[in-house]
Structures are given as C-alpha cells and as structure tokens.
C-alpha cells in the first residue's frame, strides 16, 4: 500500500497521522528548530534548550543545559545529539561534550510530539532522573511554504 493509501488510516495517530493530515510540511520541518523548556534530575529542576537540525535520514543537534528561574545553582553544559523519529517517538541520545560541568554525565531523552507539534514531552532516560518537556520557540513555516 502507498503512503496516500495509509494516509486516510493514519490521521489521529501521533505525527505519523501529522504527517498525513499536513502534507505541505517537510518532514524535516516537524522536529527542526529550536525546542526550550526544563527538565528534572538529580541537580533539581534544569532549564534545556534543543537546537535541532536535518541530517540525512535523521536529525542532529545540540542539548543545552544551564540554570531555572527557580534553580540557579545548576552549571551550563553542552553536548552534541543525534536524533530519530519513528511515528511520534522521537529519541534524542546523547553524543560528545561541547562543554561539560564537573560531575555532570549526558543523558538521552525519550519523548512524543504534541497533536499541534508545538510541545514535545517525555522522560529522561538515566537513574535519578524523571521528565522533559520542551516548547517550539521556532514557529513552523506556514502551510505551503517549506524550508
């Protein structure tokens, strides 16, 4: 069966049916940009930007990490992420240092896109650890006008 066949099966089925529904996106529009919210570990609650890109099959990008308004004592850090998407899993896992605080590890994150692909939640895969959730702070282009 073709995808135009799955499309009308698919609607309502996390991004796998976004991608259907709203055919006039790239798929690389879905998950590009820049992504800021917070998450929970160990240090306490902690602010995180994602900046992500397209790269191929895949998308690559860049897990920043730094203090909360209501956690300033957590030190910035930077590393490096490769990213997969499969129907409305996406994984961020983590890759090399940019700038990493002493006694701070990376940690991979584990999420799902929002029906209206403006926030992406999930948990945060290391010990001591619980969820994220981050906010699109780069708008999607508007429909029939992709990158």
Known sequence: MTMSANCGRMIGMGMAG??????????????SGEWVGTYTCGQGLTAVTLIVEPD???????????????????????????????????????????????????????????????????????EGCDTFEVSRRTPLPPLGKTK
Request: charged share 20%; proline share 5%.
């Open 18 to 31: 976004l991608l259907c529904a709203a055919p006039t996106y790239a798929a690389t529009d879905l998950l």
């Open 56 to 126: 191929g099959e895949q998308w690559s990008g860049l897990f920043s990490f730094g203090p909360d308004k209501r956690n300033k004592d957590v030190p910035e850090g930077l590393y490096e992420l490769d990213i997969t998407q499969d129907g409305s899993d996406i994984r961020f896992m983590a890759g090399d240092w940019v700038t990493q605080p002493a006694g701070y590890v990376t940690v991979d994150l584990h999420g799902r896109m929002s029906d209206d692909l403006t926030v992406i939640a999930g948990s945060v895969d290391f």
